[in-house]
């Protein structure tokens, strides 16, 4: 296990991790989640992302229609001022980044490890958070909001559709996502790879 | 002598329908095709193929169809004011219909025209014709709404208007009623003495922008210039005007105006005008006009102008020559290759041809000429002719083309559509039409590119095609497919007005390109409100400006107090960004004002003096959302 963690990456893995390094940089530019939400009202449907610092509509008018709608349920603005998780995580993605340029220094399986750890991790504590603020907004709504539907609640599904009154709510990854869920793949693919090299080094 | 006349009319009436046995089997073709109602069935959620902008005639206004459906849309509010969103009440668009003659809030309009690209429609802009009071109108067709209006000076009746030449450069406007231009008190018998002129106006078209401005206009004998087309291709630098009345009858003109053989088309080549307009030998000519502009979202903006450039016929030789056409021609239309001219002559046996090559070929050869008039030579009607399409129907009107080469000709009198070949001049078909055609409609038909699948004749009279809704009854369009061999009637519709005359664009030239609201940051209006936050009431003395914001499903001031005699201005701006979310506001009792009808990003104002005290309630007009009746609150006038 030791000699794994401290194996050479091949050229060709190396050069993976550097694609990877290059490929998140994207990340900044494209959104990496999509919530889209149609109704009879709305047959072209309206749109709402996710980007690694902000919220957006999916057209210019998206966000502020799906907050015109919500007011119905009194349910509060989403504005990107209100989630603070946007502000620090450009840095986290920096970090990530950071990571796959310093394994191309240090190109070691262990970092390769390391970057599956930290990919997992932001997956996780990120989709945890997405849900605990998909919860609130749903749940926390103005009690003197003009439509109040005995004990409704108008969370948004974390991943896959939903209906909601006369909304169907949809949420999947975008780009961004996957990218970053191609990341991890390509990690992981990574380790497998050097494990297998090994073993065949050994032999 | 009037006897005469009226039995010389009625006699060639009873010969032309014992010539046109033809007409009788017309009618046994108009058989329906079994189909025919499921090819203009549009499923519900189905789009339309093609938009059908029809003119309204008396209403002033352009009303927009799709076809093959024939379902009405939308009503443009183009000439004649508009309650329904307050078009000609409200601040910002009443200047729109401010005249010479102060405002005037209705007119008659005959025909569309819709803006060219190489003679092909390019979806930007459609031009109307105001004939009573003389202007002319450009819609976008982003918006479908009226941008700007043009009054046209030294003329009387704007009939032989909006036509475009091949790029928009240039809109032709032609007087109907000759007058004394300038405007006197003259004995009207002057009329025949050579006293009263004509007027053909060239309307400059800003070719990026679409503003409208005066170029030049030639003063033309004074006839009745009836219709006009412009040339495509190679006959791209002429326009064709059709006349009558050319005996200069001042009276009883239904016999006075008919009793030559022949009038005029009157070729007028328009870059040779403009060409004598810059050599100089144009002079400063008075006329007083309007040019009223409505901005996105500002205020319109109603400006007085005077004076134009007139050119004489006689200085500038080359640019005019009359051909002679049968019998008090009304269409002037060129076939999309450019080289045909038809006229439509009202009371003529045939449809006679013109060829533009001809024409070139003879027009300054003096044994071509018959003689000239005040300058303009007239060449001989054999010289320029290419043929005549014989017996026809009888009134033949108007004609397009579907770009294979027939011609589709209406017939007022004897109600039919009547299809020819061109070159050979021969009647393929009849078509009936329920009653009395004017003009007729093919998609593209006017350009040189038709879409030639849909037909649509546009009738006058409709007795018996529907159930009877009093003495009145509605005018109607009806709907040919021209796409195989044999045209067939589909189906016919009720129309708005007077469908005088229609141009048909492919839906997908124009569907895509629609605006769907007004940006909010673009919003330049000076009483513009675009945060609910700075939604105020600022108080000038006796003038008090309510910048109000609406949104579903409340407006923002919503308690209003005010006293008896104050003037109030609501400028409301809608603060939705969302396509078809418009939002009404009106006032119980208003005077002099209708309603608003704001456009998602808009500023509109409602103006209203506070009346005798009292709590005066106002409200959203436009069903807007679920609590669109929660939408209202109260203006307090006290003493
Ligand atoms: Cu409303």
Known sequence: MKTLLFQTLSKKNRLLILGVGLVLVLVYLIPIWSISISAPQYPEGLGMQIWINKITGATPYDLKNINLLNHYIGMQEIVSESIPELLFMPYVLGYLIFGAFITEIYPKVGMAILGIINLLLVGLVGLSDFWRWEYNYGHNLNPEAPIIVEGMAYQPPLLGCKEMLNITACSYPSYGGLILGLSLVALVYILWDENRRKKSNVV | ?639
Not at chain 2, 264 to 280: M, S, T
Request: with cysteine; charged share 20%.
């Open chain 2, 1 to 639: 002598m009037l006897k005469k006349s009226n039995l010389i009319l009625v006699t060639l009436g009873i010969t032309l329908m014992a010539f046109v046995p033809n007409c009788k089997k017309g009618a046994a073709t108009a058989t329906l095709a079994s189909d025919a109602a499921s090819r203009v069935y549009v499923a519900p959620g189905e789009k339309d193929e093609v938009y059908a902008f029809l003119s309204g005639g008396f209403s002033g206004q352009m009303s927009v169809y799709g076809i093959p459906s024939a379902r009405l849309f939308k009503i443009i509010p183009v000439f004649s004011v508009f309650p329904e969103n307050g078009y000609g009440f409200d601040e910002e668009t009443k200047e729109m219909l401010k005249t010479t003659h102060g405002y005037v809030p209705w007119d008659d309009s005959h025909h569309v025209e819709s803006s060219m690209t190489d003679g092909k429609q390019d979806g930007r802009w459609m031009f109307l014709n105001a004939n009573n009071t003389p202007r002319l109108a450009r819609i976008d067709l982003k918006s479908f709404e009226t941008k700007e209006i043009l009054e046209i000076p030294n003329t009387a009746g704007n009939h032989a208007s909006p036509f475009a030449t091949e790029n928009t450069e240039y809109l032709m406007a032609a007087t109907r009623f000759s007058v004394p231009v300038p405007q006197a008190s003259v004995p009207i018998d002057s009329f025949s003495k050579g006293g009263f002129k004509g007027t053909v106006t060239m309307v400059k078209v800003d070719k990026n922008t679409g503003r409208l401005s005066i170029e030049l206009q030639v003063l033309v004998p004074g006839f009745n210039y009836d219709l006009s087309h412009c040339g495509k291709k190679k006959s791209h630098d002429w326009c064709f005007f059709s006349s009558y009345n050319s005996e200069q009858a001042h009276k009883m003109l239904e016999v006075g105006a008919s009793k030559k053989d022949k009038d005029f088309i009157l070729a007028f080549n328009w870059v040779r005008a403009k060409e004598c307009k810059d050599q100089g030998k144009a002079y400063n000519f008075g006329g007083e006009y309007v040019n009223n502009f409505h901005d996105e979202n500002k205020p319109a903006v109603s400006t007085k102008l005077s004076g134009v450039k007139m050119l004489n016929p006689k200085d500038c030789p080359g640019m005019m020559y009359y051909m002679p056409t049968p019998k008090s021609p009304h269409g002037t239309d060129v076939d999309s290759t450019g080289e045909y001219i038809v006229g439509g002559g009202k009371l003529a046996s045939v449809i006679p041809v013109h060829s533009f090559s001809k024409m070139m070929e003879v027009k300054d050869k003096k044994e071509h000429h018959s003689t000239e008039i005040e300058g303009i030579p007239v060449l001989k009607y054999e010289s320029t002719l290419a043929g005549e399409v014989q017996k026809p129907c009888l009134g033949p009107l108007h004609t397009e083309f579907d770009g294979k080469g027939y011609a589709y000709t209406s017939c007022f009198v004897s109600s039919e559509v009547v299809k020819w070949k061109l070159g050979t001049w021969e009647v393929v078909q009849h078509l009936p039409a329920y009653y009395s055609v004017g003009h007729l409609s093919i998609v593209g038909g006017s350009s040189s590119e038709p879409y030639g699948k849909y037909l649509i004749a546009m009738n006058k009279i409709t007795k018996d095609r529907y159930l009877p809704v009093g003495m009145e009854l509605p005018q109607s369009a009806q709907l040919y497919d021209i796409s195989s061999g044999k045209a067939e009637l589909l189906s016919d519709f009720p129309t708005v007005g007077e469908p005088h005359y229609s141009q048909m664009i492919p839906a997908k030239l124009l569907m895509d390109k629609t605006a769907k609201l007004y940006p909010l940051e673009e919003n330049k209006h000076p009483y513009a409100t675009k945060n609910e936050n700075e939604a105020k009431i600022v108080r000038l003395g006796s003038t008090v400006h309510i910048y109000m914001t609406a949104i579903r499903s409340h407006f923002k001031p919503d308690i209003i107090e005010a006293r008896t005699g104050e003037t109030l201005y609501f400028h409301v701006t809608n603060l939705e960004q969302d396509y078809d979310i418009p939002h009404g506001f009106a006032i119980g009792g208003a005077p002099n004002m209708t309603n608003l009808l704001i456009m998602p990003g808009e500023t509109r104002t409602f103006k209203w003096v506070a009346p005798k005290p009292g709590v005066y309630p106002f409200y959203c007009t436009d069903f807007c959302s679920a609590l669109h009746q929660e939408m209202q609150q109260y203006i307090r006038v006290s003493p």
